[in-house]
DNA sequence: GACGGTTGAGTTGATATCAACCTAAATGGG
DNA sequence: CCCATTTAGGTTGATATCAACTCAACCGTC
C-alpha cells in the first residue's frame, strides 16, 4: 500500500475522471438519455410493426411521403431531421421493394420527386392502427408533464442548426476554431 | 372523369391513408420525434467531441466504464438501453484503438470484464470539459418545463420492457401468434 | 453562350443497430 | 458424473447513420 514517494514525472500523470463525473453524465446527459429513449421507443414500434412489413422509421418515412404531391428529398430530410446521404440510403431497399418511387423534378433535373406507390399505401394502411394503438399505450403511461410537454422538449432539441453534409460556401469563416 | 361503374371487386380498392392521419403521426408521434431528437444531438456531441476522439455513443460508453472495479457486458447494456449484440459491436473499435480491454471473468469463464485503458481514461478527460460546455448551452437554451422534466419523460419511455435477444424459456405460449 | 459559383444527389467507408442463430460455460437433477 | 436447461457472449446479415468526396444540373455574369 505504500508506494514508494518519487515517481516519473516525465510519465503522464495518470488521469482520472472521478466517479462523481460518470454518475453527473449518466444521470444527467440529454444526449444519453435521447439516444436511450430513441432505442427503447425504436425497438417497440420495430417489433409492433413488423406485421406491416415496416420498421418504425420506415413507417415515418412512408409517412411523410403520404401527400397530394410528390416530395423532394431535402423537405423530407428536414421533416425526420436526418442526414441527406441517410435519406438516400433509407429510400434503397423502400424503393426495391416497390414501396416508393423516385422521379426525376422535370422542372429540375437534378430533384427527385418521392411518391408511395399502391403497395407503399397499403403498408402504410396496415401500419397506421397498430401505430395508434401502441402510441396511446405509451402516451397513457406517460407521467404528470404529459405527452405534450415530452414532445415539445424533443422539438426544442431537435431544431437546432442547419444539416450540413453541403459544400459550406466559405468553409471556415475565419479562426480555425468554428465552436470557440 | 366519368368512369365506368362497375370495376373489379376482386381487386384490391384503392387504399388511402388521409392526409390528416400524416399530419398527427408526423406532430404526435413521440418515436418520430425521439428519432429526430436523438440525430440532431448526436450530431452536435459528435462534432463538438471530435477534438476528442470520440463519438457521443463512444463518450457514453466509455463513461459507463469508468468505474472501480471492472464491469460486466449486461450490466453496460442495459445502463444504455442497447442491445447485447450492438454492445459487442461497439466495442470492437474501441478495442482496437486500444481504449478499453476486455478481460475475462475468472469466476465465470463466460464473462466478461470490461475496463478503461490509460489510453480511454485520457480521451476521456479530454471529453469531459467539452460535454460539460455544449451541454450547458443545450440545457440553457430548453424551454419553460426544463432539462429535468424532459429527463424524466425520457426515462419513462426508456425504461419498458427488458431487452430480450436472448433465446426465451417458453418462446411462442401456444399461438403461433405472438403479438395478436 | 462560356465560365464560375451554387445547389441537388449519389457513393464510399466507418460505425451503429438489432433479429436470428450459434457456441461455450455454469447449474441443477437424477 | 451426465444430461438438460439456463445463461454470457459472439456471428451474420440487413438496415441506419453520417462525414468526406464526387458528379451533374442550374444560374448568374460578362
New binding site residues.
Given amino acids: 500500500m505504500s508506494k514508494p514517494v518519487f515517481f516519473e514525472t516525465t510519465m503522464p500523470v495518470e488521469t482520472t475522471v472521478p466517479f462523481g463525473t460518470t454518475l453527473e453524465v449518466r444521470d444527467t446527459c440529454l444526449c444519453l438519455h435521447a ?1 436511450r429513449a430513441a ?2 421507443l ?2 417497440r414500434f ?2 409492433a410493426l413488423r406485421p406491416a412489413g415496416l ?1 418504425n ?2 413507417f415515418s418515412l412512408l409517412m411523410a411521403l403520404n401527400r397530394p404531391e410528390p416530395v ?3 423537405p423530407v430530410a428536414q421533416l425526420l431531421a ?12 423502400l424503393a ?1 421493394d416497390g414501396l416508393v418511387e ?1 422521379g426525376i ?1 422535370p ?6 420527386r418521392l411518391s408511395l406507390t399502391g403497395k407503399g399505401l397499403a403498408a402504410l394502411a396496415v401500419a397506421v392502427p397498430i401505430w395508434r394503438g401502441l402510441h396511446g399505450t405509451i402516451e397513457a403511461a406517460l407521467p404528470p408533464p404529459g405527452a405534450e410537454a415530452l414532445r415539445a422538449g424533443l422539438r426544442a432539441v431537435a431544431a437546432e442548426p442547419q ?5 459550406p ?1 466559405t468553409p471556415p469563416p475565419a479562426s480555425i476554431h468554428s465552436g470557440l
Same sequence: chains 1, 2.
Fill in positions: 439516444q432505442r427503447a425504436a425497438r420495430d417489433e420498421t422509421g420506415q423532394g428529398m431535402q436526418m442526414d441527406r446521404t441517410t435519406l438516400t440510403a433509407a429510400l434503397k431497399p426495391r423516385l423534378d422542372a429540375d433535373r437534378r430533384g427527385r444539416l450540413r453534409n453541403t459544400a460556401s
